[in-house]
C-alpha cells in the first residue's frame, strides 16, 4: 500500500467547541494519508483539515463510549489516539496520532 505523505502540520487554531471550548489536545503533527482515504474525502466533498481539527479538539467521531475514554487516558500518558468520522457515502475514516512520533495517519476503514 502506499500512502501520500505531505509535511502538513495539524491546525492549532480552535474552532467553537461547546464540549472543549475550542481547546487543542492532541497536535496532528505529521499527516500521512492513504491514497483510499484521500479518493474517498474528495468524493464525499470533505475536507481533511476538518476532520483533523475535530479529531485534535477531542472530537473522536464515530467510536463507541469506551474507546473514547480510552483516548482521554492515551492523552494523558502520551498514547496513540484514534478518532472514526462515517462520511455521507457511507465510508469512514480513521485518524491515529501517535504523540510520541508527532505523527497522524489517514486510512479508509476496510480498505487500509
Known amino acids: 500500500m502506499s500512502e501520500l ?38 468524493g464525499a466533498r470533505v475536507s481533511e483539515s476538518s476532520l483533523i481539527q475535530r479529531h485534535e479538539r477531542g472530537d473522536f467521531g464515530d467510536i463507541p463510549d469506551a ?19 462515517r462520511l455521507a457515502s457511507g465510508a469512514r475514516i480513521e485518524v491515529v496520532t501517535d504523540p510520541r512520533d508527532q505523527m497522524t495517519q489517514l486510512s479508509l476503514q476496510g480498505v487500509d
Open 67 to 85: 474507546d473514547a475514554r480510552r483516548n482521554w487516558l492515551a492523552l494523558a500518558s502520551g498514547r496513540p489516539v484514534r478518532s472514526v468520522y
Open 5 to 42: 505523505a505531505l509535511p502538513v502540520r495539524g491546525t492549532t487554531s480552535p474552532r467553537a467547541d461547546a464540549d472543549l471550548g475550542g481547546t487543542t489536545v492532541v497536535d496532528a503533527g505529521f499527516v500521512v494519508r492513504s491514497p483510499a482515504a484521500m479518493v474517498a474525502l474528495v
